[in-house]
């Protein structure tokens, strides 16, 4: 037997390149074109422009009540967004919100990161799956926001006054996953707010976390940090039921 063959039963519980055999001193050709493949559509998702007009129908469509604004931030170009990160966490300087009168409970904010194909895959219906837990809270209108990173959702946050913020952003594409979203919630946002700050919940997606079950995650954790007044390394993922597989009825 092989040394292949006898990893092969591996692939059952993984999408990792494993048992992929060999032709001589080479992958064999399938194999070999299903990997370039996959760093194809990689590289697409980085490069990807957000599609707003599919963004609006997929929002209408999903009954979201909330008035949207788009911004921009500081880096100009995709290229200048992945050559410097730091313009990504921070708005143009002609970004143009709403009025942040008053307070709210929670700002989300949609970014592009490094996936707008995560973006349009998951996001939305992520979104959706989260605000029907949320009934009674004060939610600020939805931002998306092009070139984005993480921390552009903390003077978005700060503008509208809002006790937590939700970026939901695509998410570094891998070689087994180009569309995977990750949300990352933040209590207190504003400028200067570290990772350690903030909780993550990652690989969104139909064959990773579902946004239907992200979204119940997603919604524990908003309530346990308004509970707590914090988010990041003291807040801990307890939510019960809440991984694939798990029945939680709440989620029907």
């Given at each position: ?7 092969s ?9 494993i ?7 080479a ?8 990997f ?26 999903a ?5 949207v ?24 300087v ?40 949320l ?9 998306i ?53 903030r ?5 969104i ?13 997603i919604?524990?954790l ?31």
């Amino acid at each position: 037997m092989s040394g292949a063959d006898r990893w092969s039963f591996l692939k059952e519980f993984t999408a990792a390149r494993i048992a992929l055999g060999r032709t001589g001193n080479a992958l064999p050709t399938a194999n070999l074109l299903d990997f370039q493949m996959a760093h194809a559509r990689a590289r697409d998702a980085v490069h990807a422009a957000l599609d707003m007009v599919l963004l609006q129908r997929q929002i209408a469509e999903a009954g979201i009540g909330l008035s949207v604004a788009e911004v921009k931030s500081e880096a100009p170009t995709r290229h200048a967004y992945l050559q410097d990160p730091s313009k990504g966490r921070h708005l143009a300087v002609d970004a143009e919100l709403p009025e942040g009168a008053g307070e709210h409970d929670v700002v989300f904010v949609i970014g592009d990161g490094l996936s707008a194909t995560a973006v349009h895959e998951n996001a939305v219906a992520t979104l959706a799956a989260t605000l029907k837990h949320l009934e009674g809270w004060t939610v600020a209108p939805l931002v998306i926001a092009h070139q984005a990173r993480v921390a552009l959702a903390d003077e978005i946050g700060a503008h509208f006054n809002a006790a937590l913020s939700v970026m939901l952003i695509g998410e570094r594409p891998g070689l087994s996953a180009s569309d995977s979203l990750g949300a990352y919630l933040t209590y207190g946002p504003k400028p200067g707010r570290q990772n350690a700050e903030r909780n993550c919940v990652s690989n969104i997606r139909p064959a990773g976390l579902k946004p239907e079950l992200a979204g119940y995650k997603i919604a524990w954790l908003l309530k346990e940090a308004r509970r707590l007044k914090l988010t990041g390394v003291k807040l801990k993922d307890d939510a019960p039921d809440a991984l694939p597989g798990s029945g939680v009825a709440v989620l029907g």
